[in-house]
């Protein structure tokens, strides 16, 4: 097994990663299926946190989950700053952020055409 490819994926991946949220407390989790669409993902998940340490907490519990389920990101983006992670599970892209920069942006809204 290729240390980088994740082990888990779809739906199953999503619930894992929906669990290390909810431990981790974010808010506003929204959880977007894409796939009917085609694009950069089969599911979105779009979170928030208070601030940046949060933001890092929620990514690091998400990382940590996972990790213990043989299951790791192909991409890591953003962790430093704590303003707009990015983990790219391949078929899941988990996006954490701080409020003001998820109004800004919208992602939700660029993909409403997912479910």
């Known amino acids: 097994m290729n240390k980088l490819s994740p082990s888990l994926s ?4 999503v619930d894992a990663i929906l ?5 981790a407390l974010a808010e506003e989790i929204t959880v977007l299926d894409l ?7 089969d599911w979105f998940i ?3 946190g208070d601030n940046t340490v949060h ?3 929620c990514a690091d519990r998400i990382l ?5 389920l043989h299951t790791r990101p192909w991409q890591k983006e953003g962790l430093e700053d704590g303003r707009w992670i990015l983990l790219d599970f391949s078929d899941v892209i988990v996006h954490i952020m701080l409020p003001e920069l998820r109004e800004y942006y919208r992602l939700e809204d660029l993909w409403r055409t997912g479910k």
């Open 64 to 68: 940590d989950h996972l990790i213990g």
């Open 46 to 48: 779009v979170c928030q």
């Open 10 to 13: 779809g739906k199953e991946l």
């Open 35 to 41: 796939r009917e669409l085609h694009g950069a993902g």
């Open 19 to 23: 669990g290390a949220l909810n431990g």
């Open 55 to 57: 933001t890092r907490a």
